[in-house]
């Protein structure tokens, strides 16, 4: 805390006798120790004998809490001074919980403090003080009426040398209400030197010496004394007080003054005035500092932490009726409201962050507490309320669902226009609805009073009715608003009264909940009938701002809790709710109560925020009742609940029809699927079953249709808001689908079941190849044989997976496939066959022929199958007749694969080349063919991979600068190949090439390699007609190659000159050298040659120095 050295002025103006009608005749000085006599209603203190209390002290003890000192001095005009001592020493607190409880965020002292990251306990204010005073480092201890003083003196350590302090307390009412301490000190709480200080009273009265107010002392001087005492006083402070005291006396020297016009004189010793607000001190300023500092911190740091530790504060203080938990939270209040980044945030148009949202959340859940305090006044109330509408009359006041964009409404039963006329609620619009609330019901104030309230000759044949059929009370009201008040309750220290409400709303829920049922079962027949059914409850319970079910659970398990106060331990099972004594327990309520409300039908909110809500509130009900153990009585409630879920209609998120926006139940079914699966395993598939639908997705996409992609825009293409927590809530319905999927392991009817279930609810191919995976693990686990049924079920949810992707991207598509595959080898041969006999369904062609024919093909798969002779030749056939197939379909992509699938049978790869060579005149690109074309000779087919290669030459175009073109290696390979066939190929093939190429240096590459070996010599080691002899280049076909290659070099040159920058020119000249090689192939060529350097000289004569390169080189 920011203690500050100097002390607020005293508001207390004591006068001697005569002056004023209030003040108390003078009463002898004089200091005695606060353990004196008649202050020891402990006896003589041997632990043996115990003296009665007096009456003196039990009197003064009931003054000192209740009544300020100055209305005790104006009710009696003379106090005898052992009343006012008695009064005195009962005034400072007796209780260390509070002291506690404003020097650490615990009251326990378990949690850090609010400035330092240090998370050693014994670095707390309160322990730190609390090892001070044991240590014996606090001295100098005096009470002067009501201020205590004293020094503390911090120890010297390696790193820091002795500090002393010196501190002071002023008090009233049993309250702290001022501190100071020279430690300098910035913090919410108090230091420890205060703690040390205010414990030193506490624990060791006895040793205090007490004094009266010094105005007492005061009065009893007479003027030479006063006169003397202030000199005395003046001359060991004159340093000091020294310009104070001059100004004082001048003041008191000058009859017009303004502190003569006033009687008395302010005295900080004399207690509290009448007016005086009874609080514990709390620096509101240090308070605005820190939060103002965690909220710049923006979440970074542990701010949000800190935040949340200072919110536990506020409810500490108001579980101790403490006054300034509602001071706290509203300095708190304030600077979050002054929080600059709401005003950005809402200019910008963006949301705030999760966690800061949270905050938000507590701090109106935590207004709505304080403004239900049953015991506050009226005046109180009002001015929480005008404080309320303020705050939420501020433009970036946030809201209540967090959305700051949507104004429409979700519900099918609001229009647009009613939506957009409904006023925005802010996080402290219900805090001022509950303003108008009050606890003056005389049947709420019978429930909460006693345990004892019940009517047992009370007919529950109404729908108000204030009992049910047992006697036991019930209160009807909006159930967040009823529960509400039991925080409330329980918030304020009232945890029995809190206890009492809560049963009291959990029967109501009960007997409305069976009131439901019996309604659903009489209009069942027409329900159904519609085929429809609407939202009977549009504000869930679970995701409530408010909390509802989280609130009475909280409260019934905490009174579980068994033994004395401090005990952690919980003993549920015999704790009986009283006054029935019919074996119930809290716990029993309590778990009640959450599956009441988990499966309650309700209907999605709006906005990212709030959907988020609701899954969050519902993990965080799951995550308690799972620490809770099963017994056969909670077993009991599970089958009593379930059993109302299924049949309760639109009253349950488990009914026979729901609506198409109500939340989903996967989540609370899988933990219910869990928990009854031991016990009642039918009706834990009943409830799994019904759950597993997902109405949102159904209502557009037929389920049937399993070839559709699951789109979120596609499927919900005219709702706003979307449902932003779509896809976590598609992964919980496959989490439940895997769960029941694990459950049912060698159970082949409910296998069946399930997969139904999956292939008619799920809809994203994701979730359905995640369950196919896990269904294939548990099948496939070490240390068992494999589950077939289970290996079968895999099968088809991966099956299921190809139809729905087979037409959309997908980046997983070819892992699937080899799943699928891997899948299928494991279920047995007949399951590999079938996926190819029905390929075209499943697969693309390149998938087919590419992945599944060749993995079934490989010799890894024969061997893991043990396949004979037989059974690999049924497999190779339709490998093969797939193999055709796709190539039909697609040639492009699937021809070479074909025809290595084919090759063992002659029949098929006669077919599959007779598919390449219709498909190479339309369909088929150069690449592809060349690709087939080089297989076709490496296979022994040369004159087949010739016929393919001067297809593929036909579609190439090779321009004159294209000299580093991938097709080159190819063109080259062609002619090599022609070449080695003999002349008439070669002849065939040249007329192709000066088509197709017009890149000079590829051409006269071509033409070197035609000239350096004899044609044929492939043919010639089978054949005697070949002469040996090389090709001339004045005959055909060479004579063509070489005239297109030299009017290559000539175009090539001219459009090179065309924009040819001189750094390019040693390039250039290296190039003519090599157009001169091919050039002087021919027989007059160097006449060629001179002439094309003359016309070049003369046509770009303006290139001087390229020229002149050009004339040093070539002539």
Partial sequence: MAERVQQPPAKRLCCRPGYNPACRQGQRAGGILCGGSGSAPGGSGNGKTHNPESLLDIAARRVAEKWPFQRVEERFERIPEPVQRRIVYWSFPRSEKEICMYSSFNAGGEESGTSGD???ETQLPFLRGVTLLEGGWVDNVLQVGFHLSGTVTDPATPSSPELVCSVSVSFDRCKITAVTCTCGNKDIFYCAHVVALSLYRVRKPEQVKLHLPISETLFQMSRDQLQKFVQYLISVHHTEVLPT?????????????EINQVHGAPDPTAGASVDDENCWHLDEEQVQEQVKLFLSQGGYHGSGKQLNLLFSKVREMLKMRDSNGARMLTLITEQFMADPRLALWRQQGTTMTDKYRQLWDELGALWMCIVLNPHCKPEQKSSWLRQLRRWNSVDVCPWEDGNHVSQLSLHNDMSASSAEMRPHRTVFTRAIEACDLHWQDRHLQHIIASDLYANYCYHDNQEGSLFDSRGWPLWHEHVPTACARVDALRSHGYPREALRLAIAVVNTLRRQQQRQLEHFRRHKKELLHKGHTSITNMEGWVGHPLDPIGTLFSTLTESGRAGEEGSNTFSFSYVIIPPFGDGESYVALAVETALIGLGQQRVMPDGLYAQEKVCRNEEQLLAKLQEVELDDSLVKIFRKQAVFLLEAGPYSGLGEIVHRESVPMHTFARYLFTSLLPHDAELAYKIALRAMRLPVLESTASSSDLSRPHHIVSVVPNRYPRWFTLSHIESQQCELASTMLTAAKGDSRRLETVLESIQKNIHSSSHIFKLAQDAFKIATLMDSLPDITLLKVSLELGLQVMRITLSTLNWRRREMVRWLVTCATEVGVYALDSIMQSWFTLFTPTEATSIVATT??????????HLDCHQQENLASSARTLALQCAMKDPQNCALSALTLCEKDHIAFETAYQIVLDAAATGMSYTQLFTIA????????????YKLATLAMAHLNLSYNQDTHPAIND??????????????ELAAVIPLVVKSVKCATVLSDILRRCTLTTPGMVSALHSRRNSGKLMSLDKAPLRQLLDATIGA????????????????????????????????MAHDGHIQFTQFIDNLKQIYKGKKKLMMLVRERFG
């Avoid at 063109?971 to 008439?984: D, E, F, M, P, T």
């Avoid at 040159?1053 to 001169?1076: C, D, N, Q, V």
């Fill in 1049 to 1080: 070099y000539i175009n090539t040159t001219h459009s090179r000159l065309t924009h040819i920058s001189p750094r390019h020119y040693s390039e250039f000249i290296e190039f003519l050298g090599k157009a001169r090689e091919t050039f002087m």
């Fill in 934 to 945: 080089r297989y076709m000779e490496h296979r022994g087919y040369p004159m087949r991979a």
């Fill in 971 to 984: 063109v080259l390979w062609a002619c090599a190949l022609s070449h080695s066939l003999g002349k008439n």
């Fill in 245 to 257: 005291a001059q100004k004082l006396a001048d003041e008191i020297l000058s009859q017009n003054s």
């Fill in 118 to 120: 240090n998370n050693d």
């Fill in 856 to 865: 079934v093909m490989s010799n890894s798969t024969i061997v893991r199958l």
